[in-house]
């Protein structure tokens, strides 16, 4: 498949196309979150074992025997209500406590409530799933507990919320840094619950306390299928990633198998780590018994069986739009197919662009193609076009190579130099000059060529533009079209093209939301006690927060500042940057303005990605600020940098939202889960069969077959989602690519991609750098069929063995 990429950055907006993409994220992002607060506050009381008035409690289940009275109440605690907050569909009242910090209590249908206080139980599952379904309607997930009176007897149990528990925080060491396996703290000492007391010398269970404010936000409803208990996965599933194991299918292409015959991720319980994690837990069962289960298998065969011994099908040019997320991820803008590389057609595609993002990009990123240039230059004039320095580097190999001996160094000062974002323009052409003359390369043709367009690849010539430093190369959007080759092939058609497509986009932001998911259910570790690293974590997203947090410690440890110089109100601070091993290594000036607290500083790090610098940071401690201007933060790295409603499953590729899918998950979900807990029991499991079996033959008598329906057309074209007939009036033509090996002015076309010149020199010098070892002289360069000393060996024995042939037949033939 051909690809091109076409790469946007935007500072102050996030560009997307459809739904999804259309959400344009300006200086100003519409909040995620609505609370209603009301004119006058009014006092509730929390952790309190009471329901409020408006609070019914639903019908006694099956298995409550009675109701006991309960304990005396606890003390109330004046709550301040503030509002409603509505979260994805599930809504929840918000109260402050008398320390500033806020609770939350569902609102949730009296159906799903649990009992009053005093109500008695005699299953425990049965609680267990009571206090589930109404923790799925809340917004969030259970874990279990107990408490013992004696090591041999449980006295009480508890189910409380999953963020229950005191977070642990460990000791930042710098000398002794190393990367943790998750640097998230999810705790948060939730006192949500419910509390059951084991009568004394019978099983029952008695309701007897019910907490139901909750210290953080709740789950949205769109994020529920990432709660624990969603991600349990079934013996069905369980069964299948094992099967599919069999056939050489792994849990990822399992997960998205699942995803695909269900009709979307929402409807998968698991995620693909669940998927691996259970693959993982057939191996670890296994274990040392490997070869000895091997054994066993082959034993009882012997027993019981009898002698066991990217381009489309018409080869299209695919263009995807890619830029980068708040979460420092690719996403796609959109995607095009031409039908060759012109000028025309990328003038036609750029405008077709425009008129759905009518706001042009700051900068355009792509590779040195001719054609693609002509046409930015004139679909978007005011946009500055940089070409890839990846692909320009990656040349260097095959244009220099013989003409230095010290090649290796060459390339190294030229990639020191040409990478370097901290110098200026004529920094960079007097160094530029001072190495050509140093390797006599002055007269090199491509060197000076890409010289000459200096300003079209060479960072210190995009300083004034904002973000110029976020994207530099198109490898981001390599990878993003590694994701969109592995749900297509050349094979497909433009339909099945198009539905890979979706396939694709659609796991891109199921990653994307899974990134969402974890940023609300987690709080960022902390490295220092500084308030503004608090802050930082509290504005910023997981991504950008490592990267600010690196600079605030850095700018606390590997920094230090001067007496500062006063200019009117301004304060200028020489920072001076020491490496790791506190040696100093370059200096910089800091400008602070004491009036509005307006900082800069030469490194430029600000303008050049949206965040602070270390130096910045450096100087912020002495000048007391404790928290990042808003001047300071961008919105392109704010947690609410994109609304809400971009994540509802109406917006999301490859889901099949039709009533009848999902009735269909449900029944399929509802059988699995019958058989999953008969499994153990013949009986019922039989039992069960004959039930479905009679509802079989009742569904088959009320519905009969019909045959049109049935047809293979008629099951394509609903498979399909498209029409069985209708009108054909578009043929497509083959289309022409670079590098295609297609001549359209050929009948016959191998259709294989032609090699080009740099191309044959790179593998060149790949083969050179693995040469072959000689097993006989272990020498580099040739085997040891073709070495000189065996063959001259065999030479020798040759001439040997025909002189005593020779010398034999010499014998014969003499009389004497």
Known sequence: MSTFDISFIDSNALIVSDDYSSAIVDSVSAPSKSINSVDQPTEYVDQSSDFSSDRTAPPVNSS????????????????????????????????????????????????????????????????????????????????????????????????????????????FNMANHHKRRSNRIKLTNCKACIRFRIYPGTSDLILYDWVEHHNHPLIGQEFMDFSKEQRTLTYSEQHM???????????????????????????????????????????????????????NCLASRTTNLHNFFFTTRYKMIFVPFTGVDHHKRCVTFGAGLICDETIESYVWLLETFVKCHP??????????????????????????????????????????????????????????????????????????????????????DWLNDMYGIRERWVPCYFSHLDMCCLMKTTSMCESSNAMFKVNTNR??????????????????????????????????????????????????????????????????????????????????????????????????????????????????????????????????????VHAIPDRYISNRWKRDSLPRRVYDI??????????????????????????????????????????????????FADVPYDPECNRTNAVISDILRVPETGPSTLILQHSVTKGSGYDKDKENNSGKRFVGPREKAINKIKKGKVARLCGNCKQHGHNARSCEKVQAAKAEAAAKLLASKASAAATMTDPT
């Open 64 to 171: 409550v025997k009675r109701t006991r009275k309960s304990r005396p109440k606890k003390p109330k605690t004046p709550l301040i209500y503030v509002g409603i907050e509505s979260n994805g569909g599930a809504c929840s009242r918000v109260f402050s406590t008398p320390n500033g910090s806020k609770l939350y209590q569902p609102d949730v249908d009296a159906e799903f409530l649990p009992p009053p206080i005093g109500t008695v139980y005699t299953d425990w599952q049965e609680i267990i799933a009571m206090y589930s379904r109404y923790a799925s309607k809340a917004g969030f997930s259970t874990k279990l507990g107990t408490n013992k009176d004696r090591p041999e007897n449980v006295s009480f149990r508890y189910i409380h919320c999953h963020r229950y528990g005191k977070p642990r925080f460990g000791n």
């Open 241 to 295: 990633i094992h099967s599919l194991s069999l056939h050489n299918i792994g849990p990822n292409i399992a997960h998205k198998v699942q995803c695909t015959l269900k009709g979307g991720h929402h409807y998968v319980r698991g995620k693909r780590i669940d998927y691996k994690n259970w693959r993982r837990n057939i191996k670890l069962f296994i274990g040392h018994r490997d070869a000895q289960l091997t054994v």
């Open 359 to 444: 706001k042009p990009p700051i900068l355009v990123l792509t590779d040195q193609d001719a054609a693609m240039r002509s046409a930015v230059l004139k679909v978007f004039p005011t946009s500055a076009h940089r070409l890839c320095m990846w692909h320009i580097m990656m040349k260097l190999p095959a244009k220099i190579k013989g003409c230095n001996v010290d090649n290796d160094e060459v390339r190294t000062a030229i990639h020191n130099l040409v990478w370097d974002v901290l110098i200026d323009k004529d920094d960079f052409e007097m160094r530029w000059n001072t190495l050509m003359s140093q390797y006599n390369l002055t007269g090199h």
């Open 491 to 624: 094979h497909n058609s433009l339909l099945q093209f198009l539905m890979s497509f979706d396939t694709a986009i659609d796991g891109q932001r199921h990653n994307q939301r899974e990134l969402e998911f974890n940023m609300m259910n987690s709080s960022p570790l902390l490295h220092t006690n500084l308030r503004i690293e608090e802050h930082a974590s509290r504005i910023y997203t997981p991504a950008l927060f490592v990267e600010v947090q690196k600079e605030i410690e850095r700018g606390m440890l590997q920094c230090t500042n001067n007496t500062p110089t006063v200019v009117g109100d301004v304060k200028l601070y020489t920072v001076t940057q020491y490496n790791q091993h506190f040696v100093p290594v370059c200096q910089f000036e800091v400008a602070f303005d004491v009036r509005d607290k307006a900082t800069s500083c030469t490194c430029n790090l600000f303008k050049r990605i949206g965040y602070l610098c270390r130096h910045i940071f450096c100087v912020y401690r002495p000048e007391q």
């Open 650 to 699: 109406t917006n999301r590729y490859s889901v099949d939202n039709r009533v009848e899918t999902r009735l269909r998950n449900e029944i399929l979900d509802t059988v699995a889960l019958c058989a999953d807990r008969l499994r153990h029991n013949p009986t019922e499991l039989s039992a069960l069969c004959e039930q479905m079996k009679a509802l079989k033959i009742k569904i």
